[in-house]
């Protein structure tokens, strides 16, 4: 059983950055898309970034030209890099890999039951 362990959230005012990251407890399988979702008080659970199995990105509209993801191969890492930072992008943020809700908008095409999901790690951003 891979283990997400996210880490990187924090408190930052609007306009700053963070860097968020989420470390597999194994080599993950190359096959897996993987990604980043978020969410807020009240409010259901957001897609923000994915990265697929030939290592292209795809963004939800809100977060487009803002967060950048990566996976780092050699470290089993994957990052999301969140620039412009806005009130609105206060939430929980979780990694997952392997991930039926990574088919939905987030540019991933295979899905093999996995289901992997870190516990979160919060992002709050005041105005």
């Known amino acids: 059983q891979v283990q997400l362990v996210e880490s990187g959230g924090g408190s930052v005012g609007a306009g700053g950055s963070l860097r968020l990251s989420c470390a597999a407890s194994e080599v993950m399988d190359s096959r897996f898309c993987m990604g980043w979702f978020r969410q807020a008080p009240g409010k259901e659970r957001e897609g923000v970034a994915g990265?697929?199995?030939?290592?292209?990105?795809h963004y939800s509209e809100s977060v487009k030209g803002r967060f950048s993801i990566s996976f780092d191969n050699a470290k089993n890492i994957l990052y999301l890099q969140m620039n412009s930072l806005k009130p609105e992008d206060t939430a929980m943020y979780y990694c997952?890999?392997?991930?039926?809700?990574?088919?939905?908008?987030?540019?991933?095409?295979?899905?093999?039951?996995?289901?992997?999901w870190g516990k979160g790690t919060l992002v709050t951003i005041s105005s």
């Open positions: 990265i697929d199995n030939d290592g292209g990105a």
């Open positions: 997952a890999a392997d991930n039926e809700a990574l088919l939905r908008g987030l540019g991933c095409d295979s899905y093999y039951g996995s289901d992997y």
